[in-house]
């Protein structure tokens, strides 16, 4: 009998997958797909030679990982790219505020008004981001704090909604390029712990950046499943799981998956029934003819290019994804460019270059004409450069992971108290109905992204469970 089944090889699964067996329990771990890696997959989607990413593809939260640093991943081929700026945000004017290494050169991106204010906000935290990131990523009590006054100071400041953060900011540059920060998880502005959200991701660009697996994501899945091999774990690809029946005898079953399937594999009927799924987004990779023709030099620079014209339009659209149930005419987007640093990505003198806007939950419409007007608006003549595009909606995306219910790229609703207490309130959100049975997919704390601290999370209740056994 083995000690331990993992369902599902995203990130989440891989690294509770490799903390068990690091501990030396005997792992076996089973995807459905024929290729680990989940939300961190590379593939050729347009033309032979473009290696896209299917989902994320820059990595701020996974830099500054707890649990990745943990592992010696760069021993199995993972080396993260610095682009010469971690993000910048474009304007209609042909300028961009941008969040740099420097947080000086950030601040002065913002224009005088505000460069007091944003350094005011992040200097608190900066020395203390390890740390902090840590604590933050280790609750709910999985760990003691190590700097509770810290995290407190951290979530009296980040608890509220960015919308009140944004209040410290007396021009437009700042509060947009914030509002966009906030946006990357689909919530609303005026959301509880929105401000805590923009925080993390620009205190993440000041002290570890906003980096890209060279070769693309998969190379991060590629590492864990290496180093899981090497520990002896067993990986088995090509195999869906419908039913607890269907895996082999084990003391402990781990599922990197949606609540609303583990539900339905483990037999839990209305379990997690209140568990509330989010907006969708619809996605698109590039093959291009060269570099984006960004009009701000800034972007020209950047990993990651936001797109929005203020806040209040970055505010409506997901507004309108969220709430009003119908697509965006001016959609936010979310865009990365990995070519500019990685030219492993693409052929001599090509690029890779993927943008997503947020539609409704389920959303089955075409947003490609919304998202390359938007484009062009901040790098005109874009659509000439375009070689070739791979599009996905929701229903694509869901049927390319399972674990993207109407295309929610956060496997749950990142708004109200599920932010924080998911994918239900319970000290123990790993574990389930059935003792031997837990969770460990972005659906619980800290939440979505790659950073497999979920994984990590719920190995710890794992392994304390078996050592009770």
Not at 214 to 243: F, M, N, P
Not at 270 to 284: E, L
Not at 300 to 326: F, P
Request: hydrophobic share 40%; proline share 9%; with cysteine.
């Amino acid at each position: 009998m083995l000690d331990a089944v993992v369902v599902g090889a995203g990130p989440n699964g891989l690294t509770a997958a490799v903390e068990l067996a690091r501990r030396g329990f005997s792992v076996a771990l089973f995807e459905a797909k024929g290729t680990v890696g989940g939300g961190a997959r590379t593939e050729e989607l347009t033309l032979p030679g473009f290696r896209h990413d299917p989902c994320s593809a820059a990595h701020p939260l996974a830099v500054s990982s707890p649990a990745f640093r943990g592992l010696p991943l760069e021993r199995y081929g993972l080396e993260w790219l610095h682009p010469e700026l971690p993000m910048a945000h474009p304007f209609p004017d042909g300028t961009a505020a941008v969040l740099a290494r420097s947080v000086g050169e950030t601040a002065a991106s913002f224009g005088p008004r505000d460069a007091g204010a944003y350094r005011r906000l992040v200097t608190p935290f900066l020395h203390r981001w390890d740390t902090l990131v840590r604590d933050f990523m280790s609750l709910p009590l999985t760990a003691l704090p190590r700097d509770p006054v810290t995290l407190a100071r951290f979530g009296l400041v980040g608890l509220p909604p960015s919308t009140w953060l944004a209040r410290r900011f007396r021009d437009e540059r700042a509060r947009t390029l914030f509002a966009g920060l906030v946006a990357h998880v689909m919530a609303p502005l005026s959301g509880f712990a929105t401000s805590a959200i923009g925080l993390v991701f620009a205190l993440a660009a000041h002290t570890r950046g906003w980096p890209v697996a060279r070769g693309g994501s998969q190379a991060i899945s590629d590492a864990l499943a290496g180093y899981l091999r090497e520990l002896g774990g067993a990986v088995h690809t090509d195999y869906e799981v419908k039913r607890l029946d269907d895996l082999p005898p084990a003391r402990a079953y781990v599922f990197d998956t949606s609540p609303t399937a583990l539900a339905r594999i483990a037999g839990f009927g209305d379990h997690y029934a209140r568990y509330r799924y989010g907006p969708g987004v619809f996605k698109i990779d590039y093959a291009l003819d060269g570099p984006v023709p960004w009009t701000a030099p800034e972007a020209r620079r950047a990993g990651t290019v936001q797109i929005g014209a203020d806040s209040a339009e970055i505010g409506a659209a997901l507004r309108a994804a969220s709430r009003e149930k119908q697509a965006p005419d001016a959609p936010f987007l979310i865009t990365v460019q990995p070519s500019v640093v990685d030219p492993t990505r693409a052929p001599d003198n090509k690029h890779v270059f993927w943008a997503y806007g947020h539609v409704p939950h389920g959303w089955t419409g075409d947003l490609t004409d919304a998202i390359e007007r938007q484009l062009e608006r901040f790098a005109p003549g874009f659509r000439d450069r375009v070689l070739a595009r791979a599009t996905a909606g929701p229903p694509e995306l869901a049927a390319r992971n399972a674990n993207y219910v109407g295309g929610d790229i956060a496997t749950g609703a990142v708004s109200g108290l599920q932010t924080l207490l998911r994918p239900k309130l319970s000290l123990s959100p790993y574990t389930t109905p059935h003792p031997a049975v837990f969770i460990c997919s972005q659906a619980t704390p800290p939440g979505p992204g790659v950073h497999g601290m979920p994984g990590h999370n719920a190995a710890k209740a794992v392994w304390r469970r078996l050592r009770q056994t």
